[in-house]
């Protein structure tokens, strides 16, 4: 009876720490599902065809810990070489009610191996706690040649400025 009990409570809790998410559909084709995995997002990457691909991505000190994802976007792809989304969540609340219902976004390249994948951009688009703001639009994508444009009315470089920025996506799925 009593390892019955621990098992049960063994299921109960791998359900508690993998949250079911969402899914969003790929420009070739196939879909990216997202869910949270222990504080993390969990990518399944399937391309038509091809066998699926986990990813886990880190978040940064100030996304409400353990929190699900509030929206996954796929910005753009080079098909078979990388995918660019974005990804929101909610803000970790700071003191006298900062950032209560604020919001943490980022950009991220996903470079695609034969059977892998690895982040190689993480770039926050927006953020309550680090006072970023994106224009409107502030996320351009260019299919030939690959690029990303991004334009903020408060950019992370410039304390608060106006700053843009252009992300090229080489021949090898890799940020440029």
């Not at 770039?123 to 409107?136: W, Y």
Request: charged letters at 20%; a positive charge.
């Amino acid at each position: 009876m009593r390892t019955v009990c621990w098992l049960s409570f063994a299921l109960l809790l791998s359900a508690v720490a993998v949250s079911a998410q969402g899914s969003v559909p790929l420009p070739s084709g196939g879909s990216v599902r997202y869910s949270t995995e222990n504080s993390r997002t969990r990518l399944e990457i399937q391309a038509r065809g091809a066998k699926p691909i986990t990813l886990l991505l880190d978040r940064d000190k100030f996304v409400l810990p353990g929190a699900d994802a509030l929206t996954v976007h796929v910005i753009g792809e080079v098909k078979h070489r990388a995918i660019v989304l974005t990804d929101t969540y909610p803000s970790r609340p700071a003191g006298m009610s900062l950032c209560q219902a604020g919001e943490e976004r980022f950009l991220r390249v996903i470079t695609l191996g034969r059977h892998s994948a690895s982040e190689t951009l993480r770039l926050k688009l927006e953020s309550c706690r680090e006072n970023l703001e994106l224009a409107s639009p502030g996320l351009e994508w260019q299919q030939q040649p690959p690029l990303v444009r991004i334009h903020w009315l408060a950019g992370p470089s410039k304390s608060g400025s106006p700053e843009q920025r252009v992300i090229r996506i080489g021949a090898d799925g890799r940020p440029r």
